[in-house]
Nanobody, 121 residues
Framework: QLQLVESGGGSVQPGGSLRLSCVASSRAYDSWCMTWFRQAPGKEREGIAAIDSLGSSTYVDSVKGRFTISRDNAKNTLYLQMSSLKPEDTAVYYC???????????????WGQGTQVTVSS
């Protein structure tokens, strides 16, 4: 089993920045494929940024150039640096992990509990 714990959410004004973290309970963290998802009220959960075990990243078009996914394998931690935030970025953000690289699809076996991000003036 793999446990994932997100943190770093909060409220921010449009144009602001936040950094989300996701700590994983795994000795072989560097072998996991990791993705950030988000789910806004009334909408389906969507994958927004993925990083594989080799560090290759993929982004959904709506966050390209604004969000950066990264991982620190020594700390078993996944990050999402978010900048130029918009009201439409408001959602619960989840991290997910699997040995299989599902990229931005929702096939991941392990999920965190989510952290709320609210972008509002």
């Amino acid at each position: 089993q793999l446990q994932l714990v997100e943190s770093g959410g909060g409220s921010v004004q449009p144009g602001g920045s936040l950094r989300l973290s996701c700590v994983a309970s795994s000795r072989a963290y560097d072998s996991w494929c990791m993705t950030w998802f988000r789910q806004a009220p009334g909408k389906e959960r969507e994958g927004i940024a993925a990083i594989d075990s080799l560090g290759s990243s993929t982004y959904v078009d709506s966050v390209k150039g604004r969000f950066t996914i990264s991982r620190d394998n020594a700390k078993n931690t996944l990050y999402l640096q978010m900048s130029s935030l918009k009201p439409e970025d408001t959602a619960v953000y989840y991290c997910a992990a699997d040995r299989v690289d599902f990229v931005l699809s929702t096939g991941y076996a392990f999920w965190g509990q989510g952290t709320q991000v609210t972008v509002s003036s």
